[in-house]
């Protein structure tokens, strides 16, 4: 198989048989034969070569590797095992053909990688039905390696982004470092404390981004253990807003929160604030000096509607576009103080998800934005049921 | 060392702990710093006069600010040294080498590549405004 398997048409089949009946037999019986494969949007046709002997076989390999062999077990000058033995490339898809089904052919050309078998004498029905089921297997192999492929990718660019995000703090702190030692500013500490108090802040970023990841791995490897249990939204959201208060005054922002009282939900009571934490905190952050952040909590059916509006910066409809993306950070003159990892609407919408909710956002530029999300109660566990 | 002889260096840098840090060595080295942190503050302070050299960083509120800043420069006054500070070389692949004489075309006398060590931006701004440079 090649390295680029998109779009193929044509399979290259490779007949190996030392009768010269069976080999026009087999070509004339796959000639025009082709199989439609809907769900890869392509129909598959067939070209076929063949080779009468062994060593004529390993020639044909040699110059060209088939997608699909189909190899009599008795050749005049070696058996089919030997024929697979001995090919270096074993990136084709095998069926042997023989005669005598023995159990121990079976299971010796099967180690070898043979895909399936054919029994002599078969018809032209049967040899075109083990074809359409090796053509359908070669396309499932390889939308699975191109699927793997793209997996890969996407990982070797997080981690790349995510090398590039730790790599400038660090750069900042050792250059600080630097400086200290060198004694810069003379030798009185407090001339060096905007120096330390850049430091702590960058590291306390590198931190935050480092445990927002850890947070994300776990979120998506489905290992995060979670507590389902009855949560008290008014009390969840006080929370909510007592961990932004200094944020808030430091941005000189007023912080509401309005949740009809009794308000509750099954959920796991971390997951629940990191919701609240991070709607309220992005609403305060991105907000200006005297704004408002207001977080809105109300049961909607077997949900619950969570709405977060802020007087803020706002976005743009080109900001808004590419928001939820992971390392994505707005740059613009509004935001260049603003410190994050970039992961924080990552991880909320994928927390939403486990309750069967979205995200929704509206912004009007340097006028403010609000999110707005529904959150279905997790299923309830019998226990927590047991004892309402 | 009394503030009119000091010789005043422009530095662009939008990142505030490289831009503090770039002070603290040049003020150490007895330059005055002009500092702007964005492309748009920088502007209105190429005016004949406000400064001998510039250090910019090349990816600001526009990926080529830099040189952009840097052509300015060089149209007011084409022996004002230019620096540009840049890691495009190493997240990109993309070289700026003496193959492709990068002066012809951005017009800066010297790239420097993040990680910047600060003793080579010292010793680019010696060589610029040394003996040859003469200028003010």
Redesign the interface.
């Known amino acids: 198989m090649n390295d680029d398997p998109l779009p193929v048409h044509q399979l290259d089949v490779l007949i190996v048989d030392d009768e010269a009946g069976m080999r026009a037999g087999a070509e004339r019986s796959l000639e025009g034969f082709s199989v439609p494969l809907p769900e890869f949007s392509e129909t598959v046709t067939f070209a076929v070569r063949s080779a009468a002997t062994g060593e004529e076989a390993l020639a044909q390999l040699k110059a060209k590797t088939p997608d699909i062999l189909l190899l009599d077990y008795k050749l005049p000058d070696m058996t089919g095992i030997d024929v697979l033995a001995a090919s270096s490339s074993g990136d084709f898809l095998t069926i042997m053909i023989t005669a005598f089904a023995s159990l121990e052919v079976a299971v010796t050309a099967t180690k070898r990688g043979a895909f399936d078998f054919l029994a002599k004498p078969f018809t032209p029905e049967e040899l075109r039905a083990t074809i359409s089921k090796a053509a359908r297997s070669i396309y499932l192999h390889r939308k699975a390696r191109r699927l793997e492929e793209e997996k890969r990718q996407v990982r070797f660019e997080f981690i790349s982004v995510l090398a590039h995000e730790l790599k400038s703090p660090l750069a900042a702190v050792e250059g600080y470092m630097h400086l200290m030692k060198e004694r810069m500013k003379g030798p009185e500490l407090e001339a060096y404390d905007s120096m330390i108090e850049r430091s702590v802040t960058r590291i306390g970023g590198m931190r935050k981004l480092v445990m927002d990841l850890l947070d994300l791995t776990r979120l998506e490897s489905g290992k995060k253990k979670r507590a389902l249990e009855p949560v008290d939204l008014v009390k969840a959201a006080g929370l909510a807003a007592e961990a932004v208060a200094s944020l808030a005054e430091a941005k000189k922002v007023a912080v509401e929160v309005k949740v009809p009282a009794g308000l509750a939900m099954t959920a796991d009571p971390g997951e629940v604030d990191m919701i609240l934490s991070n709607l309220l905190t992005n609403a305060v952050k991105y907000n200006k000096p005297g704004g408002r952040a207001t977080l809105e909590l109300e049961r909607a059916g077997g949900s619950v509607a969570i709405r977060c509006t802020d007087t803020g910066i706002g976005m743009t409809e080109e900001e808004l576009a590419k928001l939820f993306g992971e390392f994505v950070r707005m740059k613009n003159e509004h935001t260049r103080n603003i410190d994050g990892s970039g992961l924080g609407l990552s991880i909320l919408k994928k927390v939403v998800k486990l309750y069967g909710g979205e995200v929704k956002v509206r912004s009007k530029y340097g006028e403010g934005t609000t999110f707005e999300l529904t959150l279905k109660d997790a299923p309830v566990p019998a226990t927590v049921e047991a004892a309402r | 060392m009394n503030d009119k002889t000091k010789i005043k260096i422009l530095v662009v840098e939008?990142?505030?702990?490289?831009m503090?840090?770039m002070k603290?060595?040049l003020e150490?080295e007895s330059y005055e710093v002009v500092a702007a942190?964005?492309q748009?503050e920088a502007e209105p302070i190429i005016r004949p006069g406000a400064f001998s050299a510039a250090v910019l960083d090349l990816m600001m509120?526009n990926p080529d600010s830099g040189f952009v800043l840097s052509h300015k420069i060089k149209k007011m006054d084409p022996k004002i040294p230019v620096v540009i500070v840049t890691s495009v070389t190493k997240?990109t692949g993309f070289y700026f080498d003496k193959a492709h004489d990068p002066k012809a075309w951005i017009k800066a006398d010297a790239i420097i590549h993040?990680?910047l060590r600060?003793e080579q931006l010292k010793a680019e701004l010696r060589r610029l405004l040394g003996a040859g440079g003469g200028h003010e």
């Open positions: 939008d990142d505030p702990d490289m503090e840090q603290v060595y150490s942190s964005t748009k509120e997240e993040k990680e600060f």
